[in-house]
């Protein structure tokens, strides 16, 4: 078992970066979404608004941080923390570049998937402690929601393992350098990104929150810091599916030698972000009912078939 | 199949692309403290009293306005010159209540009271929004430059005895039989 | 490696007290998952990477959430969470704490007169893998036989 585990200084820089990267996808969302409505976005604060970010974290940690009297205590001061810890647990895995990452393991992908479906607890808690009935509504949809688009989050990667032959992030990342899975797996990377979308219910899929029909969903009730990590904890979701597509599918931080490796991982990553937020800013959200049908009866389909198909080419190559 | 895959997939993509195309269109956002935005003439802002082009008081206090207002936010008191000339007393504004509907312009007999594209009027102590006579009266005619209520009215001023007002006869003997 | 096993094992028994002594269910429900994580960081330590994802993916990470799910929907308030202290008179605890006792004793004098150290020996995906799909594949096909079974009832289930 290869178990690297990188220096406490590298540790933190990368804990660091991370929650500074979620935190400014808050402004860059906005500016982006402000892009493609044809509008400006938050331009007050700082030179083109870049210090949003600090304004909106002086507010929401001056906030009255409330907790309901008709609230269950303990789960309800529990649920928001889980959500940003388990994804920043989830980073833990992601190869950076040669040499930058947390944890050099040869489960990595599996860890993925447990941290993800731990996340789950996170807005269910949280739904079920507020006591409140918009809140339930909104946690048994991401509680249904969430653990059935992680079924195909996982089978729809498995191509990619079977491919490489290992769970480790950063060998699937190496495997790429002759070409990036984004061609033989396309079914995969296309299963992959709507399943991530859902499992981190961005707006597409952002049926456990959907404003118009349940108020705030799960974190009707959450105010303050508290709701701040529900907050900080979706756009942490957005960057790390970001980066797993970039690792699993798009070679990582592999590319032309003229930018270091780190830039390359960067640059792929906000590729994907950006598409993520343009997914909000262009598709309408789906009825709850809609959106199972299509996973369980498109989707899990889809990618069974997918695999089948990896797993014959894998055999008919290896020549067995 | 073929139905399924162009209604998610397809159609999906061009929303995508046609959303992700307005990237490139230029932004309706007016910058306003900055820039500031080009309003309508008949934008229904901040009220004024106008005067007629002799520099008199247009308004003659007949309550129509106050009458119309739907937020009775209009008050004031009619008074009347020696001459016969009716004005108002006070006549007062509270702007905390108005809801710039316009009704009051459009049944002002003398033009006297008009909406002007003026929108910045907010204030930090509430009761500046309490507007007076001596705040609302301008030193113009507003937008009807040519109109003057008692040139065209049949009402005896100093000035202007009956008949002599502008299209009009001079008044008829009515006690006389002679044509 | 021994000390992240003995917090990890302490955890473990501390939490699952925890899930027999708590009256309210979702929180006996929130020990439970932190019981079943830290087994899977014992089987971690022990050498099972493997089994301590798959541990955290279906134990915690599935079928919990499914508990919780349906705890969602029985609406269960102060009522149940009464009922469940008047259970915890030591009347009614008398006798299977005996038991349990009993097999406390039984499992510790077999665990002692074993020579067990821990040495965690190395069991990654490929050696189960070959196992699974070696000696053992008629079991595994029955298995996914029976899971089959599962699912073709409840799609016929949820069709009405």
């Known amino acids: 078992m290869r178990f690297e585990v990188g220096s406490a200084l590298s540790i933190g820089a990368i804990l660091f970066t991370v929650i500074i990267v979620a935190a400014m996808l808050i402004w860059v969302e906005r500016r982006l979404l402000g892009l493609w409505q044809e509008r400006l976005g938050p331009n007050r604060v700082g030179p083109f608004g870049l210090l949003q970010v600090v304004a909106d974290m002086i507010k929401i940690f001056t906030k009255e941080d409330w907790v309901p009297p008709f609230a269950d205590k303990f789960s309800f001061i529990l649920a928001p923390p889980i959500i940003m810890v388990v994804i920043l647990m ?70 990619v393992v079977a491919l490489t032959g290992s769970f480790n992030l950063r060998e699937i990342v190496l495997a790429q350098s002759d070409g990036w899975y984004v061609v033989p797996q396309f079914v995969g990377f296309v299963i992959f990104l709507i399943a991530g979308v859902a499992e981190s219910h961005r707006l597409p899929f952002d049926i456990p929150e959907a404003e118009q029909e349940i108020v705030a969903g799960y974190h009707t009730e959450y105010s303050g810091m508290k709701f701040g990590m529900f907050f900080v904890g979706e756009y942490l979701g957005v960057l790390l599916i970001s980066s797993l597509l970039v690792v699993l599918f798009c070679g990582g931080w592999l590319g032309p030698a003229f930018l270091p490796p780190i830039v390359w991982f960067a640059l792929k990553t906000a590729f994907f972000i950006a598409f993520f937020i343009l997914l909000r800013a262009a598709i309408p959200r789906p009825r709850y009912d809609q959106l199972m049908n299509y996973g369980w009866l498109f989707l899990l389909p889809l990618s069974l078939l997918n695999l089948l198909l990896t797993g014959a080419f894998i055999l008919w190559q290896g020549g067995m | 199949m073929l139905r399924l895959i162009k209604d998610t997939l397809i159609s999906q993509v061009v929303t995508l692309w046609r959303v992700f195309v307005h990237a490139f269109a230029k932004t309706d956002t007016v910058e306003y403290p900055d820039v500031q935005p080009q309003m309508a003439a008949r934008w229904r802002g901040r009220i004024i009293l106008s005067r007629d082009p002799d520099g008199e008081e247009r308004c003659v206090a007949c309550n129509l306005c106050a009458v119309a207002c739907p937020v009775d936010c209009i008050a004031l008191q009619k008074t009347e010159d020696e001459e016969g000339r009716w004005y108002p007393e006070f006549f007062r504004i509270n702007f905390s209540r108005c809801i710039m509907c316009g009704f009051c312009e459009e049944a002002c007999p003398t033009n006297a009271i008009q909406l002007t594209p003026d929108f910045e009027m907010a204030e930090y102590v509430r009761q500046d929004m309490v507007w007076e006579k001596e705040d609302l009266l301008i030193n113009g005619t507003g937008k009807y430059h040519d109109y003057n209520f008692y040139r065209v009215a049949g009402k005896k001023i100093r000035g202007k005895d009956k008949g002599e007002a502008l299209n009009e006869a001079p008044p008829v003997n009515v006690r006389s039989l002679l044509p | 490696m021994m000390m992240l096993f003995y917090s990890a094992a302490a955890i473990a028994v501390i939490a699952t007290l925890a899930v027999i002594s708590s009256a309210n269910v979702v929180h006996a429900l929130v020990y439970l998952i932190i019981s079943l994580l830290s087994v899977a960081v014992i089987f971690f330590v022990l050498g099972a990477p493997f089994a301590a994802m798959l541990e955290a993916i279906v134990y915690a990470g599935a079928i919990m959430v499914l508990f919780l799910f349906v705890m969602m929907m029985l609406n269960l308030g102060q009522a149940t969470e009464d009922e469940e202290k008047a259970w915890m008179k030591p009347k009614l605890w008398i006798g299977p704490g005996l038991l349990t006792a009993v097999l406390f004793v039984q499992l510790s004098s077999v665990l002692l007169t074993q020579e067990h150290a821990l040495a965690p020996v190395e069991v990654g995906v490929l050696e189960i893998s070959l196992l699974l799909f070696g000696p053992w594949l008629l079991a595994v096909e029955l298995a996914s036989m029976l899971l089959l079974a599962g699912l073709i009832a409840a799609y016929h289930l949820a069709k009405r």
């Open chain 1, 90 to 159: 989830s980073f833990s895995v992601i190869p950076f570049a040669p040499g930058v990452g947390v944890i050099d393991s040869d489960i990595g992908v599996l860890f993925v998937l447990a941290m993800a479906s731990l996340g789950a607890y996170s807005v269910m808690l949280g739904g079920l402690a507020s006591n409140n009935k918009y809140a339930l509504l909104g946690s048994l949809r991401a509680a249904a929601q969430m653990v059935s688009y992680e079924v195909f989050m996982g089978i729809s990667l498995l191509g």
